[in-house]
């Protein structure tokens, strides 16, 4: 519940400043309105709360339909399958930031992706049994799957 409050209220707030800037901000410098006119004209037109209103429910169900857990099973144990896994999120442009125990904690190599995403781009391994737990965006999941997926059966 902690990371789906904290991405609700990202995605919130990133895009309430975007729609800020591009309703009061833009008219600014685009016709040379005032901040207070913009205002007024936003507050006078009832579409404004509409459209708040959809950005709120998007950012609601946001964090459900883009972020998940997969479980991965896998052959032999986590420590004889840990170089394949490894290599793999090396490959796809991950780096691993912690190795905690059982959890492993992948974040992308790259700065724009990890902007891009507002910092939510970590992907999380739990390592305790069979299957394996990713967590993360489930668009990088089913890639990562994907990768292992052809990666593991080489290997077999």
Do not use: C, H, W
Request: proline share 4%; charged share 30%.
């Amino acid at each position: 519940m902690n990371s789906y409050l904290r991405r609700f209220l990202k995605f919130f707030l990133f895009l309430v400043m975007l729609i800020f800037l591009l309703l009061i901000v833009l008219p600014r410098i685009t016709r040379g309105e005032s901040f207070e006119q913009s205002l007024a004209d936003l507050y006078g037109n009832g579409r404004i709360r509409i459209l708040l209103i959809l950005v709120f429910l998007y950012t609601l169900i946001y964090p459900y339909l883009n972020f998940g857990k997969k479980d991965r099973p896998i052959n032999g144990s986590f420590a004889g399958n840990r170089p394949v896994i490894e290599k793999t999120m090396e490959e796809l442009g991950y780096v691993k930031k912690t190795d905690e125990g059982s959890r492993l904690v992948f974040r992308k190599r790259i700065a724009f992706s990890r902007i891009m995403m507002l910092g939510e781009d970590r992907v999380e391994i739990e390592t305790n049994g069979n299957p394996l737990i990713f967590e993360g965006p489930k668009r990088d999941l089913k890639r990562i799957e994907t990768e292992l997926d052809l990666k593991l059966l080489k290997e077999s």
